[in-house]
């Protein structure tokens, strides 16, 4: 391999077939004039401008179809003209340096173009290169060179991560593995979980109870996880009446002074509401508003006036003391009730924060569009986070994350994409080039990601997710069975 | 045959160009495609210079062959032939190929170091229509170039005798020239068959013969085989009757493709032995990885002396 071009921190090496390189590969620019060394990612592979070879490819057409023949060559020099016609320009991005085995980022030198030799730079070399005294490794899977590749859990806590990648590409995969090692270090998390996709991580893939099977509860609404009025904070009440249930303003106002009235009668039940919104002196439109809503609360199956069944989010916590997940079983539950359910648990979880009951939670939320609402985007990415709650987005539709939010991104977990106006919006990230985004995802395989941002130190990586012996119920429901 | 390079000497150079005095008439021959399947071959080479050493100079020539049968084009590419020519080994190796081509037994002076490339080329062009020659039977063989015979690497002897052993197996050589520096009253011999119809040959009689030791071995013919604005000057062996020339025209028009008047067959010929670029640094990188020489830019002098003035090659 041969330097042979820099323009801004792209610079293009030739390169021939036989060198194996891959887009994601690291190579080492070494210059022995000044012991330095560019560290340069390939982010793509084009064929090299050779010249005269638009001249081969005619004659080769031209031969292909309609003449037959053969080629005396006693010397073999057809071998090498092949060989020069499958020549390889590979666009690398400079990523950094190593000057006196010290990885930095000063990348003000050009090395000799004549002098300077490429090589392959293993991302096991580079990882040791890192030093990352990270004592907290979560196994992710494996490099390209089959060596074992690991984050630190220090680089989740704190930030804010996003997993996209389009469907069947190993997201959900991803991310339970992200949620099973943050509960090995005793963290405590909380995922939304659309599908029920994480609903058996206590059970091995041959449907045994696994390690995690005391550490992951599964929490359906409705079922085990009910709520009394008593254990509802006014704010959160209001949140869920206006954002989830969409209640006027002049109805909101009413509803506060009912809520008032029935907290100084010390009576929070459902039938007590229902009462009091009956009696309550008011517009005949603004009882009727209520009315639809409190129906709305009823038939969600989410509060009840069963002290003894409902459940104190304190409690689960507790539970989980020493590392735990709590899933929260979105599935089969209706579009209102999905965002009663967020409202309520996001409240509640700001309540216990703000309390230091919890320390911090780690939120993993799949396809937050479906129940997040719009107001939430921020505060997840500002207020939230310094109280405590590290959010992990999980999507297949990148464009249904706020541009903010990539921007802020600390950690970017990302599969393969195909549609161009995927990858334009995930390449909004502030963590990497837009074209290294777009060059490396879109040639991925199924279970390679490419992980940018503070978990790699900057350097973006490609991994193979490893497999996971967990009962993961994230496959599509066919109709069609392999009969054999 | 075919140059990559300028090559200093070649066949058109030494053709003859004819005078403008004497009386001549210039016949045209219409002509009628003769369907059928008459075999046509054809044969090109090309030489390439690749660099140079300390000693001497680098080249490789590469031959092929294109034949027509059954409707079917098929090809046959030698090479391509790389050589370290220097002064002290230039004579071994012209001879070498002079005796296996020529089956010259007496050793000749070999050419200058800068025309061996083109001397080398040139033999095995006619090793390889001799090859062709002795080969075929009842077919029309075509050849790149004149029929002038009588220069170092074209024997009259040698181009006589790959005619009579055409001639012998019923095979016509036709010799087409891309160029020609033949003129007639001034005007380039190609140019008078501009507005006959095609097909057609001018047979131009009564040319004033050159004298010396150059000179053609056929008849001097204007080809236009199609419409379109080319026209070839086409080279026919003098010992074929009038009648069997026409006729193998006519053949030529009913077996082959003909664009711009040129033969299908004799320009894939040229298409398989020219050199691209790509080929040319392939076999600098054969070169040296098996002989262990390190490829260096020579400097442009031009460039050193007159900057951005300085724009012709280097050779």
Same mark, same amino acid.
């Given at each position: 391999?041969?330097?042979?071009?820099?323009?801004?921190?792209?610079?293009?090496?030739?390169?021939?077939?036989?060198?194996?390189?891959?887009?994601?590969?690291?190579?080492?620019?070494?210059?022995?004039?000044?012991?330095?060394?560019?560290?340069?990612?390939?982010?793509?592979?084009?064929?090299?401008?050779?010249?005269?070879?638009?001249?081969?490819?005619?004659?080769?057409?031209?031969?292909?179809?309609?003449?037959?023949?053969?080629?005396?060559?006693?010397?073999?020099?057809?071998?090498?003209?092949?060989?020069?016609?499958?020549?390889?320009?590979?666009?690398?991005?400079?990523?950094?340096?190593?000057?006196?085995?010290?990885?930095?980022?000063?990348?003000?030198?050009?090395?000799?173009?004549?002098?300077?030799?490429?090589?392959?730079?293993?991302?096991?070399?580079?990882?040791?290169?890192?030093?990352?005294?990270?004592?907290?490794?979560?196994?992710?899977?494996?490099?390209?060179?089959?060596?074992?590749?690991?984050?630190?859990?220090?680089?989740?806590?704190?930030?804010?991560?996003?997993?996209?990648?389009?469907?069947?590409?190993?997201?959900?995969?991803?991310?339970?593995?992200?949620?099973?090692?943050?509960?090995?270090?005793?963290?405590?998390?909380?995922?939304?979980?659309?599908?029920?996709?994480?609903?058996?991580?206590?059970?091995?893939?041959?449907?045994?109870?696994?390690?995690?099977?005391?550490?992951?509860?599964?929490?359906?609404?409705?079922?085990?996880?009910?709520?009394?009025?008593?254990?509802?904070?006014?704010?959160?009440?209001?949140?869920?009446?206006?954002?989830?249930?969409?209640?006027?303003?002049?109805?909101?106002?009413?509803?506060?002074?009912?809520?008032?009235?029935?907290?100084?009668?010390?009576?929070?039940?459902?039938?007590?509401?229902?009462?009091?919104?009956?009696?309550?002196?008011?517009?005949?439109?603004?009882?009727?508003?209520?009315?639809?809503?409190?129906?709305?609360?009823?038939?969600?199956?989410?509060?009840?006036?069963?002290?003894?069944?409902?459940?104190?989010?304190?409690?689960?916590?507790?539970?989980?003391?020493?590392?735990?997940?709590?899933?929260?079983?979105?599935?089969?539950?209706?579009?209102?009730?999905?965002?009663?359910?967020?409202?309520?648990?996001?409240?509640?979880?700001?309540?216990?924060?703000?309390?230091?009951?919890?320390?911090?939670?780690?939120?993993?939320?799949?396809?937050?569009?479906?129940?997040?609402?719009?107001?939430?985007?921020?505060?997840?990415?500002?207020?939230?986070?310094?109280?405590?709650?590290?959010?992990?987005?999980?999507?297949?539709?990148?464009?249904?994350?706020?541009?903010?939010?990539?921007?802020?991104?600390?950690?970017?977990?990302?599969?393969?994409?195909?549609?161009?106006?995927?990858?334009?919006?995930?390449?909004?990230?502030?963590?990497?080039?837009?074209?290294?985004?777009?060059?490396?995802?879109?040639?991925?395989?199924?279970?390679?990601?490419?992980?940018?941002?503070?978990?790699?130190?900057?350097?973006?990586?490609?991994?193979?997710?490893?497999?996971?012996?967990?009962?993961?119920?994230?496959?599509?429901?066919?109709?069609?069975?392999?009969?054999? | 045959?075919?140059?990559?390079?300028?090559?200093?000497?070649?066949?058109?150079?030494?053709?003859?160009?004819?005078?403008?005095?004497?009386?001549?008439?210039?016949?045209?021959?219409?002509?009628?495609?003769?369907?059928?399947?008459?075999?046509?071959?054809?044969?090109?080479?090309?030489?390439?210079?690749?660099?140079?050493?300390?000693?001497?100079?680098?080249?490789?020539?590469?031959?092929?062959?294109?034949?027509?049968?059954?409707?079917?084009?098929?090809?046959?590419?030698?090479?391509?032939?790389?050589?370290?020519?220097?002064?002290?080994?230039?004579?071994?190796?012209?001879?070498?190929?002079?005796?296996?081509?020529?089956?010259?037994?007496?050793?000749?002076?070999?050419?200058?170091?800068?025309?061996?490339?083109?001397?080398?080329?040139?033999?095995?062009?006619?090793?390889?229509?001799?090859?062709?020659?002795?080969?075929?039977?009842?077919?029309?063989?075509?050849?790149?170039?004149?029929?002038?015979?009588?220069?170092?690497?074209?024997?009259?002897?040698?181009?006589?005798?790959?005619?009579?052993?055409?001639?012998?197996?019923?095979?016509?050589? %036709?010799?087409? $020239?891309?160029?020609?520096? +033949? *003129? =007639?009253?001034?005007?380039?011999? !190609?140019?008078? &068959?501009?507005?006959?119809?095609?097909?057609?040959?001018?047979?131009?009689?009564?040319?004033?013969?050159?004298?010396?030791?150059?000179?053609?071995?056929?008849?001097?013919?204007?080809?236009?085989?199609?419409?379109?604005?080319?026209?070839?000057?086409?080279?026919?062996?003098?010992?074929?009757?009038?009648?069997?020339?026409?006729?193998?025209?006519?053949?030529?028009?009913?077996?082959?493709? %003909?664009?711009? $008047?040129?033969?299908?067959? +004799? *320009? =894939?010929?040229?298409?398989?032995? !020219?050199?691209? &670029?790509?080929?040319?640094?392939?076999?600098?990188?054969?070169?040296?990885?098996?002989?262990?020489?390190?490829?260096?830019?020579?400097?442009?002098?031009?460039?050193?002396?007159?900057?951005?003035?300085?724009?012709?090659?280097?050779?």
């Amino acid at each position: 391999m041969r330097l042979y071009k820099k323009e801004g921190n792209t610079v293009q090496i030739l390169s021939f077939p036989n060198d194996n390189v891959e887009k994601g590969d690291y190579l080492l620019i070494e210059d022995p004039r000044v012991n330095k060394k560019l560290i340069t990612q390939v982010i793509d592979v084009q064929f090299a401008n050779v010249p005269g070879l638009l001249e081969e490819l005619l004659r080769d057409s031209t031969t292909e179809q309609f003449v037959y023949g053969e080629i005396f060559d006693p010397l073999e020099v057809s071998s090498h003209m092949n060989y020069i016609q499958d020549a390889w320009m590979l666009l690398c991005k400079i990523r950094g340096t190593i000057e006196n085995e010290q990885l930095g980022v000063n990348v003000s030198w050009l090395p000799s173009r004549s002098k300077s030799g490429v090589k392959k730079f293993p991302i096991s070399s580079l990882l040791t290169h890192m030093r990352d005294n990270g004592n907290l490794p979560i196994n992710i899977g494996e490099t390209k060179e089959a060596f074992r590749f690991t984050i630190n859990a220090h680089d989740l806590d704190g930030k804010l991560n996003i997993v996209t990648g389009k469907k069947g590409t190993g997201k959900s995969h991803l991310s339970k593995l992200l949620v099973l090692g943050l509960i090995d270090y005793g963290a405590k998390v909380v995922v939304l979980d659309l599908n029920g996709e994480y609903t058996n991580l206590c059970f091995s893939s041959k449907g045994e109870k696994n390690e995690y099977h005391d550490r992951v509860h599964v929490l359906t609404p409705g079922v085990n996880l009910k709520v009394s009025l008593a254990q509802m904070d006014l704010k959160v009440m209001l949140n869920i009446l206006v954002h989830a249930l969409n209640l006027p303003g002049t109805s909101t106002r009413e509803f506060r002074r009912i809520w008032q009235s029935l907290q100084q009668r010390r009576v929070f039940t459902l039938q007590e509401l229902g009462e009091a919104i009956r009696n309550w002196k008011c517009n005949q439109h603004v009882r009727d508003a209520l009315f639809s809503r409190y129906y709305s609360l009823l038939n969600s199956g989410f509060f009840t006036d069963n002290v003894a069944k409902a459940m104190a989010f304190e409690e689960f916590f507790e539970e989980i003391r020493k590392g735990g997940a709590l899933i929260l079983n979105l599935r089969d539950v209706s579009s209102v009730d999905r965002q009663i359910v967020v409202e309520y648990t996001l409240g509640k979880l700001m309540d216990l924060l703000n309390q230091w009951k919890i320390r911090a939670v780690f939120l993993f939320a799949e396809e937050a569009h479906l129940y997040l609402r719009e107001t939430y985007w921020d505060d997840i990415v500002t207020r939230m986070r310094h109280f405590g709650v590290f959010t992990t987005f999980v999507t297949n539709q990148p464009d249904t994350i706020r541009e903010n939010i990539y921007r802020q991104a600390d950690n970017i977990f990302l599969f393969n994409f195909t549609n161009e106006r995927d990858l334009e919006t995930v390449s909004r990230a502030a963590r990497v080039d837009s074209e290294t985004v777009k060059s490396i995802a879109q040639d991925l395989p199924p279970h390679h990601c490419l992980i940018l941002g503070k978990a790699v130190k900057d350097f973006p990586m490609v991994a193979k997710v490893k497999a996971l012996d967990v009962q993961t119920m994230g496959h599509t429901r066919l109709f069609f069975t392999d009969t054999n | 045959m075919t140059f990559n390079q300028p090559a200093t000497e070649n066949f058109e150079d030494a053709t003859p160009v004819l005078g403008t005095h004497g009386s001549f008439t210039i016949e045209s021959i219409p002509l009628k495609p003769l369907l059928g399947d008459t075999p046509v071959a054809a044969v090109d080479i090309s030489s390439i210079r690749i660099g140079e050493t300390e000693t001497g100079m680098l080249c490789a020539i590469r031959g092929a062959i294109v034949w027509k049968e059954k409707g079917r084009y098929k090809y046959l590419r030698l090479g391509p032939f790389p050589f370290h020519i220097t002064e002290e080994n230039k004579k071994e190796i012209y001879n070498l190929f002079r005796h296996h081509y020529f089956e010259a037994s007496e050793d000749a002076s070999a050419p200058s170091l800068i025309n061996m490339q083109t001397r080398m080329g040139n033999l095995l062009e006619r090793w390889l229509q001799l090859g062709i020659s002795c080969s075929a039977h009842d077919s029309i063989i075509l050849w790149d170039g004149s029929l002038t015979a009588g220069t170092a690497d074209s024997p009259v002897k040698v181009i006589s005798q790959l005619l009579e052993i055409a001639r012998n197996r019923l095979n016509t050589v %036709l010799a087409f $020239s891309k160029t020609t520096n +033949l *003129r =007639l009253l001034g005007h380039r011999l !190609t140019d008078l &068959a501009e507005k006959s119809k095609p097909p057609c040959l001018l047979q131009i009689s009564g040319f004033p013969l050159p004298s010396g030791p150059v000179f053609s071995l056929g008849n001097v013919y204007v080809a236009k085989l199609t419409p379109g604005i080319c026209s070839f000057r086409l080279d026919i062996d003098k010992k074929v009757p009038r009648e069997r020339v026409i006729e193998a025209v006519q053949k030529l028009l009913g077996s082959d493709f %003909l664009i711009q $008047s040129y033969p299908e067959t +004799l *320009r =894939l010929a040229h298409i398989f032995s !020219t050199f691209t &670029a790509t080929e040319v640094i392939g076999i600098q990188r054969c070169i040296a990885q098996q002989y262990g020489l390190k490829i260096i830019a020579r400097p442009n002098v031009r460039r050193l002396l007159f900057g951005p003035f300085g724009k012709d090659f280097e050779g």
